[in-house]
């Protein structure tokens, strides 16, 4: 079993930068891989950015190119996102989730999720 908890999330403005955690306990993270979906009000879940279990393979959907960044830290357990130049558009709960080893684009490859951390973007 993987614990998983996000953590960073809080109300910015926009142009603001934010840095999402996602420490994972219980297993070791560089089992797996790591996705951040996110939910807006009224909105299906969608990917946001994927990061393979080595970090040499990594996904973003277009909305995140060039703004958002993931990384990870195996030896902190510790996923990263990074989000710069923040939009009213990104306001939504982020969730991080796993899977083993490799990238998956589709919410329902994961098996493990945090509980989410709200990011609220003002213009």
């Known amino acids: 079993q993987v614990h998983l908890v996000e953590s960073g999330g809080r109300l910015v403005q926009a142009g603001d930068s934010l840095r999402l955690s996602c420490v994972a306990s219980?297993?070791?993270?560089?089992?797996?891989?790591i996705g951040w979906f996110r939910r807006a009000p009224g909105e299906d879940r969608e990917i946001v950015a994927a990061?393979?279990?080595?970090?040499?393979?990594?996904f973003y959907a277009d909305s995140a190119k060039g703004r958002f960044t993931i990384s990870r830290d195996n030896t902190e357990n510790t996923v990263y996102l990074q989000m710069d130049s923040l939009k009213p558009e990104d306001t939504a709960v982020y969730y991080c989730?796993?899977?083993?080893?490799?990238?998956?684009?589709?919410?329902?490859?994961?098996?493990?999720w945090g509980q989410g951390t709200q990011v609220a973007v003002s213009s």
């Open positions: 219980g297993r070791d993270l560089s089992h797996y891989a």
């Open positions: 989730a796993g899977r083993l080893f490799i990238i998956e684009t589709t919410s329902s490859e994961y098996r493990y």
């Open positions: 990061i393979n279990w080595s970090a040499s393979n990594t």
